[in-house]
């Protein structure tokens, strides 16, 4: 009785009069480019370069990235006749675990600092088959179509533009990885509600949008999800730095504000460091157009 009438409920559920298996509707759940917003610029990108590896620190992190690279090199996807186009590079986690496996990595980045940390890396790890450009991906046009077209935990991948273009410059694979629909920091929730008191908007974005577009054009993609715990300990300064960062992006901080945040810090602070913890669920999608 109660299982028939769930079922007449989710009958007269309006969304359900949309039909899934269409393109359209998962192309409706992608934002379309109106011009760079703060998340798309150089400047807010340059100020997070220099820390941004220490999510090599976190073993969670770091296997994902390794597993992620083992499972495209077991599909075949990285041999030596491969051609790379990888978006949004950052500082090269996957770029460089990539490269000596590749042809070439052209690796394209809108923040100079990003690239400059991905050189340095490249030459410590005499690798000089990567070309780094500076270039903002939606105006950035490539020579020709490559093997693989990658990006990973970028925003410029919650844009329809951004979707269409990889489609259309990848000769066989697509691998995209982002965020999962998880991506839960107590710490930084609770300095949200005391600065904006509300809590960060619900998250939306996810690879499984992707996914679904991917399937309902025809395609196999292969999906798979990593879920577990980014743990970070960094001094003091360095977390004030991050926590302001990411709260800027949400609203305007004023000098009593950064104090505020800086205040909750030094409470949870042990000798000097902060430790965050973020629960993430992240998505691995890999398509072979020829499959
Ligand atoms: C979270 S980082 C991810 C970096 C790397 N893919 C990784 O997995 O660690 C996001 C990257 O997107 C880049 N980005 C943001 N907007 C961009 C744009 N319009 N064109 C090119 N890169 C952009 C940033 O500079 C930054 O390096």
Redesign the pocket.
Known sequence: MGYKRNMSARRCCPQEKENVFVPEFWWRRFRRYQG?DP????D??DR??ED?DD?EACTFYRQMVEEIIETMAVRGVLTSQTRVL?????????TLRMAPRVAEVVA????GK?LERLKQKAREDGLDNIQAIQ????S?QPQGRFTLVF??????LNFVETVERMLKLSERYLVL?HWAGIRENLLYRKIHETIFGRPPKAFTATVLNHFNLFYSLGMAPECRLFKGLWVRRRPLEAELKHMLWRLEGEGDLGPQEQEQVRKILEEVAVEGIVETTTKVRIGFVLVDKSA
């Open positions: 760079p998340w798309l610029k150089a807010k990108w997070l370069a941004y999510l990888e978006i949004a590079c950052g500082t090269g986690p996957y394209v980045d809108i923040s990003m270039a903002d991906w939606f950035y990006a990973a935990m970028t925003p410029v990885v």
